[in-house]
């Protein structure tokens, strides 16, 4: 089975801080990585996602996110946050085969204060 | 191109009436996924299309939720005998190859 971890339920930063938004996943198979954005009232967009090709990935909007094996772990980064990043943020697995059909962790809300 | 597009965007339902979900994949998408959201969760999975073949429909949470997708485009998500437990958004989300899904807006349900 597999599984994902958001740590945090929400986050809050001041505009041009890090943002940091933490995900640990748990696969039996290599794992294909996902991190959506969801704005409100809207449906979920792709960020950017790890498919077993380079461990740092970049994604749109300046987020990056690192897929690391030894800690199950595929955190999500921006250097500098800006109020546009305000919204709510899921973190998918799959695994890479089958139907790689994705599970989603339940979510971090980031707050963005000016 | 268009994205995925779902309808109505909102729908208001008495306890104990039928409704019906539509979802517009993106041209050329193989796979279609419905989910269901609850207010702050991430989404959950109900069901998968690889085509007009559902082959998977293990995350219907009950037999009055019914899917199809006749011709391997559209589909529709049917909940029969609404309960106030299936108010929700239901996402859709088609996808060409095994990896990026694209979702639609979403139908937001309320059940009175």
């Known amino acids: 089975a597999q599984s994902v971890t958001q740590l945090g339920s929400h986050v809050s930063v001041s505009e041009g801080a890090l943002v940091l938004l933490r995900c640990n996943y748990s696969?039996?198979?290599?794992?294909?990585l996902f991190w959506y954005v969801q704005y409100p009232n809207q449906g979920l967009q792709l960020l950017l996602k790890?498919?077993?090709?380079?461990?740092l990935v970049k994604g749109i909007n300046g987020f990056e996110a690192e897929f690391k094996k030894s800690e199950t772990s595929f955190h999500l980064t921006k250097p500098s946050a800006h109020m546009s990043d305000a919204a709510e943020y899921f973190c998918?697995?799959?695994?890479?085969?089958?139907?790689?059909?994705?599970?989603f962790g339940r979510g971090t809300s980031l707050i963005v204060h000016p | 191109g268009a994205g995925v597009s779902q309808s109505p965007r909102y729908k208001v339902a008495k306890r104990g009436q039928d409704v019906a979900l539509r979802c517009d994949p993106i041209s050329g998408h193989v796979s279609l996924f419905w989910y269901q959201q609850a207010l702050g969760q991430g989404p959950e999975f109900l069901t998968y299309?690889?085509?007009?073949?559902?082959?998977?429909k293990s995350g219907l949470p009950s037999d009055r939720f019914f899917a199809e997708r006749p011709e391997g485009s559209v589909s529709t998500l049917k909940i029969q005998r609404t309960q106030q437990e299936d108010s929700a958004v239901y996402l859709c989300?088609?996808?060409?190859?095994?990896?990026?899904?694209?979702f639609g807006p979403g139908t937001r349900l309320l059940v009175l």
């Open positions: 696969s039996s198979v290599p794992p294909y």
């Open positions: 790890y498919t077993s090709a380079a461990t």
């Open positions: 299309f690889q085509n007009e073949a559902q082959l998977d």
């Open positions: 989300a088609s996808r060409r190859d095994q990896e990026t899904q694209y």
């Open positions: 998918a697995v799959s695994k890479s085969g089958g139907s790689y059909i994705p599970t």
